[in-house]
């Protein structure tokens, strides 16, 4: 679906997100992540970039794991410390995962991909035509009700900085194992909002979409 298609259907309250595509496990158990390996960091940051043209075949399930522990996964046991800072240490971002066979959060405690809804939220989550072919879409959720010490003036920029700091975790791994993303910022909010469920406390901050790169955009 194009842009303008997408843009026309928003306005019209009738952007929806698609039937999902097979069948959707409740709870999708992660292998254990690969802490070796990967790309030196100054290497990473020099391949860092924004791609937009994407493989549609899915990843594997190991380079999920390992995509979404780079996120915002565990990486200090004993203190339930994050790849990701958060102030206050509220975890107040979700990692949510747009796939073909349905939408789910990301389980740091657990290492798991827990089902929110069997859609294929994928259409839903930008206005731009390759988030729907692409093979998944990350969606950043703040849940502002996990913030009672933070100000409620000082709430949305404090959740908007530890997601973003997620994202580049997210673009740096993508560096390192020859993985295409792009940022987005260009959604339209209600209709995701709704798509996923989200309560008054919930805000959707920003997407990312993730595979691997189409021949031709990776020249």
């Not at 740096?172 to 910022?185: K, W």
């Amino acid at each position: 679906m194009n842009t303008l298609t997408k843009m026309a259907l928003g306005l019209l309250g009738q952007l929806k997100p698609e039937p999902a595509v097979g069948d959707a496990a409740s709870t999708m158990h992660l292998p254990p992540v690969r802490l070796t390996g990967g790309m030196p960091l100054m290497q990473a940051l020099a391949q860092r970039q924004s791609l937009r043209e994407f493989d549609p075949a899915p990843l594997p399930e190991q380079m999920l794991s390992d995509l979404l522990w780079a996120a915002a996964g565990i990486n200090r046991v004993a203190l339930g410390g994050r790849t990701a800072p958060s102030a206050m240490n509220a975890q107040e971002v979700d990692v949510y995962v747009a796939l073909p066979a349905g939408l789910y959060r990301y389980a740091a405690t657990t290492h798991t991909l827990d089902l929110v809804s069997a859609i294929d939220a994928r259409r839903v989550t930008g206005y731009q035509d390759f988030v729907e072919d692409a093979p998944l879409d990350l969606v950043f959720v703040a849940d502002y009700s996990r913030m009672k010490l933070v100000p409620a003036a000082q709430r949305e920029s404090y959740a908007s900085a530890a997601a973003g700091a997620m994202a580049q975790n997210v673009y740096l791994y993508c560096a390192s194992t020859g993985l295409a993303t792009v940022i987005r910022a260009w959604i339209n909010r209600g209709a995701l909002a709704q798509a996923m469920g989200l309560n008054n406390d919930q805000q959707v901050l920003l997407s990312q979409t993730v595979g691997r790169p189409k021949a031709a955009a990776a020249r």
